[in-house]
Nanobody
Framework: QIHLMESGGGSVQSGGSLRLSCAVS????????MGWFRQAPGKEREGVAV????????DGVDSVDGRFAVSQDKAKNMFYLQIFSLKPEDTAMYYC????????????????????WGQGTQVTVSS
């Protein structure tokens, strides 16, 4: 059974950094597409960054801007989102998502359908 669980959220001041982690279990990492999304109260879910590849290799990423960096460590079964220069508007619930056997052309930041989702971790940025 495939399971995703986020951690690393919290309350930070504007300008700070956070690294969110997504613990992945049971996932095959075969032609994967993995992503981070966020949803603020009263707003639609927004894609932050996605990464695609095979096994331990990351072939490409699509990020909303340079403040968001994704990486994965297959050996540790972890998927990460590093956020730099946090802004109050980054306040949201952040979710990781994944699917396997995906084509790279179908992995993009605005993709909304993933097979597996985590429960989310809250990020709150104060000014």
């Amino acid at each position: 059974q495939i399971h995703l669980m986020e951690s690393g959220g919290g309350s930070v001041q504007s300008g700070g950094s956070l690294r969110l982690s997504c613990a992945v279990s049971g996932f095959p990492y075969t032609n994967y597409c993995m992503g981070w999304f966020r949803q603020a109260p009263g707003k639609e879910r927004e894609g932050v960054a996605v990464a695609w590849g095979d096994g331990p290799i990351v072939d490409g990423v699509d990020s909303v801007d340079g403040r968001f960096a994704v990486s994965q460590d297959k050996a540790k079964n972890m998927f990460y989102l590093q956020i730099f220069s946090l802004k109050p508007e980054d306040t949201a619930m952040y979710y990781c998502a994944a699917e396997a056997h995906a084509r790279a052309s179908s992995c993009y930041r605005t993709k909304t359908s993933f097979d597996y989702w985590g429960q989310g971790t809250q990020v709150t940025v104060s000014s």
